[in-house]
């Protein structure tokens, strides 16, 4: 599924980086500018993060289709949408926000509804969400649009701080991406001082997911990026922790829908190196 559809041609899209890190934790982002009309539909992957997508097109919006759910323009897209699309057409631009889910919790408060759908930006932050994409659509230069981005998300972060993930949460949450997802939930709750029930019941309910499917998901995100250095799938699936191959190509039907050779030259990871790359470690052998 994901050769479907037209693939965008990178060489006709700008993309723009903040020129240092961004000075909020667990947030990264990059901007992309379509140079060339074109007719564009693409599979998009999962990724252990909430992305947030502010359509700065100002006329034919981006839209996106997961699990028979359309929407158009800004969204904000949960840890493990399934099987997600977006398609555009004409000259368009994008600020793609990744929030790892400790960030996203913060700034878009705890809900279990991050943690696997597609969300309209108005539908969370109503009359706010259209003046955000309007000042980031006026501004003069990416540079600019990235300053106002951390503004805005500075903000959001100072207005729920009263509501914070719990420290416990925030720890398995670490641990589990420093692992590369080789976690043991058991292991973890024992490491936090709760039980398994617990802490199963507080990280679904803060990050919108449960601590065994945060695991899967970024195991998963580890490999993906590694079959796309060009790695071959039976070393990928030992490397990643995997049982065996079978094993890593049923997490890639689950996560991207399609095949690990498949994965390997999606369009939608192709260009992680340069749009992410503090968090595409990953080169080829």
Same mark, same amino acid.
């Given at each position: ?5 037209? !693939? ?8 723009? $980086?903040?020129?240092?890190?961004? &000075? ?10 379509? /140079? #060339? ?12 993060? #909430? ?33 997600? *699309? ?11 926000i990744r929030l790892e889910p400790v960030a996203a919790a913060a700034v878009f408060g705890a809900s279990t509804e991050l ?16 003046? $955000?994409?309007?000042?980031? /659509?006026?501004?003069?230069? *990416? ?23 719990? &420290? ?15 976690? /043991? ?8 001082? *709760?039980?398994?029930?617990?802490? *199963?019941?507080?990280?679904? !309910? ?43 190509? /049923? ?8 095949? &690990? ?22 080169? !080829?052998?």
């Amino acid at each position: 599924m994901v050769s479907t559809g037209a !693939s965008p041609d990178w060489a006709s899209v700008e993309i723009a $980086v903040p020129r240092s890190a961004v &000075p909020l934790p667990g947030i990264s982002m990059a901007g992309f500018h379509q /140079r #060339v009309p074109a007719l564009v539909e693409i599979a998009m992957v999962a990724h252990p993060a #909430v992305t947030l997508l502010v359509d700065l097109s100002g006329g034919e919006s981006l839209a996106y289709r997961a699990g028979g759910r359309r929407e158009r323009g800004s969204v904000v897209i949960g840890l493990a949408p399934g099987d997600l *699309w977006t398609s555009g057409s004409g000259v368009g631009e994008c600020l793609q926000i990744r929030l790892e889910p400790v960030a996203a919790a913060a700034v878009f408060g705890a809900s279990t509804e991050l943690g696997g759908t597609v969300v309209a930006l108005d539908n969370l932050w109503g009359r706010d969400a259209g003046q $955000v994409e309007e000042r980031l /659509r006026a501004a003069a230069s *990416w540079d600019e649009r990235f300053r106002l981005a951390v503004e805005f998300l500075g903000r959001r972060l100072d207005l729920n701080a009263r509501r914070p993930v719990d &420290p416990e949460v925030v720890q398995v949450w670490r641990r589990t991406l420093a692992s590369r997802g080789r976690v /043991r939930v058991e292991g973890l709750a024992d490491e936090v001082g *709760w039980s398994r029930k617990r802490l *199963w019941s507080r990280f679904r !309910s803060q990050l919108g997911i449960t601590p065994k499917h945060a695991a899967r998901l970024v195991r998963f995100d580890h490999a993906a990026h590694l079959l796309v250095a060009g790695h071959a799938a039976a070393s990928v699936a030992a490397e990643s922790g995997y049982v065996d191959q079978s094993h890593l190509h /049923r997490d890639v039907r689950a996560y991207a829908g399609s095949t &690990p050779s498949a994965l390997a030259v999606a369009p939608w990871l192709a260009i992680d190196d340069v749009a992410w790359p503090a968090s595409s470690p990953v080169r !080829s052998p």
